[in-house]
């Protein structure tokens, strides 16, 4: 996809082909902490191993506004682990 196909689209649309968030979701333990979470798990669309690490994002008044997400592919480390 194209940087444009992506703007205005949520990330389960775009990495997991869903209309709403997977249970793998980290972001509902972002805003319910307010803290950093990172989480692994397998994305069947993909047929990857992925780990994905979701920051908050704060306003100056320290509500969140937002979260960035880091996803890095571990599928060679998680099939050596196997």
């Known amino acids: 996809m194209t940087p444009e196909e992506c703007v205005g689209k949520k990330c389960h649309q775009l990495l997991h082909s869903l209309d709403t968030s997977p249970s793998t979701c980290p972001c ?24 994905v690490t979701a920051s ?18 571990i599928t060679e480390r998680k099939q050596k682990e196997i």
């Open 28 to 51: 509902p333990q972002v805003q319910k902490t307010k803290k950093t979470t990172t989480v692994e798990f397998y994305e069947p669309h993909l047929g990857r191993y992925l780990q």
């Open 56 to 73: 908050p994002i704060f306003t100056d008044n320290g509500d969140i506004t937002g979260s960035v997400h880091i996803m890095r592919d």
